[in-house]
């Protein structure tokens, strides 16, 4: 039997990247189990998306302690108390502190709307359109210290077109990034991802030599 790494889940949203994780954990496509799922907001829909599975879920607000580490101490604690050996990050809205990442060395990753390092922070999507670049998509990256700065893990592309719109690209990019996170999670729990200065190496992954994506194409 393949054994399933233990995912802690922290969000402040929907957590629609978290029903595909689950969803692929379920019929067996994951050697990932999320056992517990950590919120800020209390009305997060993620707590629902995870107790209709049987998932710990847990409202911790940032505002009842002091600070950023204070919070992530207790983060690390709630996570540590469940098992977790991975934190997935998904629609977390909180910077992440040294508390946190110390806790888990090369163990956290998180997922951004675009093709980083072009549009970090908020509103990727809107940035990317203004901005008139041909394509965007999504990016899975360790965490580090800046914000979505860390080693690049994987990259989906999505065309911009004509007529789009904040919504019709996010619709588009979240279809990659239900695809991309959970395969992210599969390299790490199959222990094939390594760092090397900037560069994730993944072992027995090569892409090939004239792949491309070219819009519009030509």
Partial sequence: MVKKVKVGLLASGNGSNLQAIIDQSERGELPAEVVCVITNRSDAFALERARKHGITAIHLSHRDFSGREAYDAALVAALKGHGVELVVLAGFMRIITTVLLDAFPLAVLNIHPALLPSFPGLDAQQQALEYGVKVTGCTV?????????????????????????????????????????????????????????????????HASSDASLINPPV
């Avoid at 588009?172 to 094939?192: N, S, V, W």
């Fill in 141 to 205: 990256h360790f965490v580090d210290e800046g914000t979505d700065t860390g080693p690049i893990i994987i990259q989906a592309v999505v065309p911009i077109l004509p007529d789009d719109t904040v919504e019709s690209l996010s619709l588009r990019i979240h279809h990659q990034e239900h695809k991309t996170y959970p395969e992210a999670i599969r390299l790490f729990a199959q222990g094939r991802l390594s760092v090397k200065g900037r560069r994730v190496m993944i072992a027995g992954g």
